[in-house]
Nanobody, 113 residues
Framework: QVQLVESGGGLVQAGGSLRLSCAAS????????VAWYRQAPGKQRELIAT???????NYIDSVKGRFTLSRDIAKNMVHLQIDSLKPEDTAVYYC???????WGPGTQVTVSS
């Protein structure tokens, strides 16, 4: 059974950084894709970044240059480094096995101005 768990969220001032992590059991990040989403208050959940099975990374325009995906194969984790945080980045962040029902429970990121 696949399980995903996010961690690393918190309260940070604008301009700060956070590193979110997604740990998986029953699913290997070595050669499989993963997607990150976020859901801001009152808004729909949106796809923000993906890393493909081949390691290619894709980001939506609003996070390009500030968000960076990486894989830790040894620990079977994926990290989302978020720099230059803005108040509009406030959301619950989720990792997901793409195109499946497997989501993590999410981690809250709150950015104060």
């Amino acid at each position: 059974q696949v399980q995903l768990v996010e961690s690393g969220g918190g309260l940070v001032q604008a301009g700060g950084s956070l590193r979110l992590s997604c740990a998986a059991s029953g699913y290997s990040f070595r050669s499989n894709a993963v997607a990150w989403y976020r859901q801001a208050p009152g808004k729909q959940r949106e796809l923000i970044a993906t890393i493909t099975s081949g390691g290619s990374r894709n980001y939506i325009d609003s996070v390009k240059g500030r968000f960076t995906l990486s894989r830790d194969i040894a620990k079977n984790m994926v990290h989302l480094q978020i720099d230059s945080l803005k108040p509009e980045d406030t959301a619950v962040y989720y990792c997901r096995v793409p195109a499946t029902m497997y989501w993590g429970p999410g981690t809250q990121v709150t950015v104060s101005s």
